[in-house]
C-alpha cells in the first residue's frame, strides 16, 4: 500500500538547464501541426483572430502618438489660449476615446472568438483521442504506459494547440506593437533600446527553464495521478460503495489518497516558490529599469531637450514596449511549455496500431467452421504462455464446451476467436481463413459473445440490449425477441417504463438490477444477433439460479441448432449437453470427448465432474 516515489530525473526527462535549441526548434514544427489543426477546426474564427491581433498590435504605438500630440495641443492651447489651439486639444482628445473604444471592442470580440475556438477545438481533440483510443487492440488497454499516455493527453493536451495558436498570434501582435514603440522610443535615444532588452532576456530564461521543470513534475506524476483518481472512483462510485463500506476500507483508501496529494504538492509548491522567487527579482529588476529610464526622460524634459508631451510619450512608450517586449517573451516560453504538453497528445496519436489489413468477408472453405490449429498466445509482459499448442476444429452445429480452472486459458480463446488478441503462433481459421485476413466487422457478426465479465451499461434495457448489433442498436421488435430468447423479458415487464427504463444508479430515474437480472439481459445482448452462426457464452448463467440455468440451454440449444455454440462453464449440469468437452490445463488440451468417454476415461474431467457431484448428494 505503500505510494510511489517520484521517477529519478533520466527516465525521459529534458535537461534541468535551459531549452536545448532543438527543444526551441521543435516547437516550429508542433506550431505548424496545432495552427494546421486550429485552421481546419474553424476558418473564419481563425482569420477574425488573425486580424484582430494585428489590430490589436497597432493599437499602442497609436495611442502613444496620439497622447503626445494631445498633451502638446493641451499645453500650446493653454499657453496662447487660442481658439484654433483648444479645438485641436479637444480633436486629438476624440481621437484618444474612439482609439480607446476600437481597442475595448477588438478585445472583447477576440475574447469572444477564443472561447467559442475553445470549445470547438477542445471537443475534436477529445474526439480526435477517443477515436485514436477505438483504434487500439486489447492489449493497448492492458498497458499502463498507454493508460498514462492517454491521462495525459486528455489533462492537458485539449487546451494546448489553442493556447499554442493564440501564442503565435500574441507573438506577431506584440512585434507590430513593439516596431511602432521601437521607433518612436529610438527617436530619443537608441540606447534606451537596450536598456529594454537587457532587463527584460534574464527573465524570458528564466521562466522557460521552469517551463520544463514543471513539464517534468507533470510526466513523473501521472502514474499517481491515475491512482488518485482510481482511489477517488473507490470511495464515490457505486459498484465499490457495498466492499469498501463492509471491509471498512474507505478510511485507508482515503489517508492513501492524501498521501499521493502530498506527495504531488511538495514538488509542486517547490516549483512555485522557486519560481515566484525567481520572477519577484527579475520584476523588481524590470521596474528598476523602468524608473531608471524614467529619470532619464525627465532630465531631458528638465533641460529643454524634449517637450512635456514627448517626456510623457516616451515613458509610456517604454512601459508599453517592456510590457510588450515581456509577453512577446513569454509567448515564446509559452509556446516551449505548449510544444512539450502538447506533445502528449501527438505521442498518443502517433502511437502505432496494428494495420487493418483484413477485408475477407467470405471464407476460403466456407461450412469449415472453426479451427485452432496449433495455437500458442502468451500476454504482453509475460513469459509464461496463456496458450500453449491448441488445436481444435468445431464444425457447424456442433457444441464444444470448454473447462478447466481459472487461468487455464478458456478465456483468451474466445478472445483470439473474436480478433481481439492475434496468436504468438499458429492460426485461428474461420470458415479456412484465418482470423487476421477477415474484415473485423465482418467477422465479428458472425460471432456473438457474453463474457463472464459483461458490461453493464448505464443506458436504457433496450440500449442494453440493443447494443449487441450495432444495426439494430435502436429496432425494439429485435429487442423484444432477444430478450424473449435470454429469459430478459420477465425482468422487463416488471420495470416501471419497460425498454425505456434507464438501468444502474449514475443517472436520475435508473434502476438497478441484481446480478442475476443483469446477467439475463447480457444474454438477451447476445441473442441479438440473429447472423451470429457462432455463439460463445463464457460462464453465462453463473449469477442465476439452477432453474433459469435450465431454461436457458435448452432455450440455448434450440437457438443454435444449425450453429456452432460454444460454452464456457465451471457447472458440469450445463457441459454435460455439449457434443464435445475440451479440459485445458495450464494453457493446453488435457481431454477431450463427450460427457460419457470423459467419465469412462477416469481423467481430470471425472475428477472435477465427481468432485461437483459430491456436493450435492
Do not use: C
Not at 204 to 216: H, I
Not at 481 to 510: H, S
Not at 524 to 532: G, P
Request: proline share 4%; no cysteine.
Amino acid at each position: 500500500m505503500a505510494v510511489r516515489r517520484p521517477r529519478p530525473a533520466h527516465h525521459g526527462a529534458a535537461p534541468a538547464a535551459a531549452p536545448k535549441l532543438r527543444d526551441l526548434l521543435g516547437v516550429i514544427g508542433y506550431a505548424r501541426r496545432a495552427l494546421g489543426l486550429v485552421w481546419t477546426t474553424s476558418r473564419a474564427i481563425t482569420i477574425s483572430l488573425a486580424v484582430g491581433s494585428v489590430l490589436l498590435g497597432l493599437m499602442p504605438g497609436a495611442m502613444a502618438w496620439t497622447g503626445k500630440r494631445l498633451v502638446d495641443a493641451v499645453v500650446h492651447a493653454a499657453a496662447t489660449g487660442e481658439d484654433a489651439a483648444r479645438h485641436r486639444a479637444l480633436v486629438w482628445v476624440g481621437v484618444e476615446l474612439g482609439l480607446a473604444i476600437a481597442l475595448a471592442t477588438t478585445s472583447r470580440v477576440l475574447s469572444i472568438l477564443r472561447s467559442l475556438l475553445r470549445a470547438q477545438l477542445g471537443n475534436r481533440i477529445n474526439v480526435m483521442i477517443l477515436d485514436k483510443a477505438l483504434a487500439f487492440d486489447l492489449t493497448h488497454f492492458e498497458d499502463s504506459e498507454v493508460y498514462d499516455m492517454l491521462t495525459r493527453a486528455r489533462r492537458e493536451a485539449s487546451s494546448r494547440p489553442l493556447s499554442m495558436v493564440m501564442s503565435t498570434f500574441s507573438i506577431g501582435q506584440q512585434v507590430i506593437s513593439l516596431v511602432s514603440l521601437a521607433a518612436l522610443l529610438a527617436g530619443f535615444s537608441p540606447a534606451a533600446l537596450a536598456v529594454l532588452l537587457a532587463a527584460a532576456i534574464p527573465a524570458f530564461l528564466v521562466e522557460a527553464k521552469f517551463s520544463g521543470d514543471a513539464f517534468r513534475l507533470f510526466r513523473w506524476r501521472t502514474p499517481e495521478t491515475r491512482e488518485q483518481a482510481y482511489l477517488e472512483s473507490a470511495l464515490a462510485r457505486d459498484d465499490h460503495a457495498k466492499e469498501v463500506k463492509l471491509y471498512d476500507l474507505g478510511p485507508r483508501f482515503l489517508q492513501r489518497y492524501q498521501e499521493i496529494f502530498e506527495l504531488v504538492y511538495a514538488g509542486d509548491a517547490k516549483l512555485a516558490w522557486r519560481r515566484g522567487l525567481w520572477g519577484l527579482g527579475l520584476g523588481v529588476l524590470g521596474t528598476v529599469a523602468f524608473y531608471g529610464m524614467y529619470l532619464w526622460v525627465a532630465r531631458a524634459a528638465i533641460a529643454g531637450a524634449i517637450s512635456l508631451g514627448a517626456m510623457t510619450m516616451y515613458v509610456v512608450v517604454f512601459r508599453q514596449a517592456q510590457s510588450s517586449l515581456a509577453s512577446v517573451l513569454g509567448d515564446v516560453g509559452g509556446l516551449y511549455e505548449d510544444n512539450l504538453y502538447l506533445s502528449t497528445l501527438y505521442e498518443l496519436l502517433d502511437l502505432p496500431t496494428a494495420p487493418r489489413t483484413g477485408g475477407v468477408t467470405v471464407g476460403a472453405a466456407p461450412g469449415d467452421g472453426v479451427r485452432f490449429d496449433d495455437v500458442s498466445f502468451v500476454y504482453p509482459g509475460s513469459t509464461e504462455p496463456a496458450l500453449a499448442g491448441v488445436s481444435l476444429h468445431v464444425p457447424p452445429g456442433s457444441k464444444l464446451a470448454i473447462v478447466g480452472e481459472n487461468g487455464s486459458g478458456k478465456t483468451t480463446l474466445i478472445k483470439l476467436l473474436a480478433g481481439l488478441y492475434q496468436p504468438t503462433s499458429g492460426e485461428v481459421r474461420v470458415d479456412g481463413t484465418p482470423v487476421r485476413d477477415w474484415d473485423p466487422m465482418a467477422l465479428r457478426r458472425r460471432i456473438g459473445v457474453i463474457f463472464q465479465d459483461f458490461v453493464r451499461y448505464q443506458l436504457t434495457v433496450g440500449e442494453n440490449i440493443g447494443a449487441g448489433d450495432e444495426r439494430a442498436f435502436d429496432d425494439r421488435d429485435r429487442w423484444a425477441a432477444a430478450a424473449e430468447q435470454g429469459l430478459a423479458a420477465p425482468v422487463v415487464a416488471e420495470l416501471p417504463a419497460g425498454y425505456d427504463t434507464r438501468l444502474g444508479k449514475w443517472f436520475k430515474d435508473g434502476r438497478e438490477l441484481s446480478l442475476g437480472q443483469w446477467q439475463k439481459v447480457a444474454l438477451a445482448r447476445a441473442f441479438m444477433r440473429k447472423d451470429a452462426d457462432i455463439l460463445v457464452l463464457d460462464e453465462p448463467t453463473a449469477s442465476m439460479d439452477a432453474a433459469a440455468e435450465v431454461a436457458i440451454f435448452d432455450r440455448f440449444r434450440e437457438r443454435t441448432k444449425d450453429q456452432i455454440a460454444i460454452v464456457i462453464s465451471h457447472r458440469f449440469s450445463t457441459v454435460r449437453m455439449a457434443d464435445t468437452i475440451v479440459v485445458l490445463d495450464g494453457g493446453r488440451v488435457l481431454e477431450r470427448g463427450s460427457h460419457d468417454e470423459l467419465l469412462a476415461a477416469g481423467g481430470r474431467y471425472a475428477t472435477l465432474f465427481n468432485l461437483q457431484a459430491r456436493g450435492y448428494r
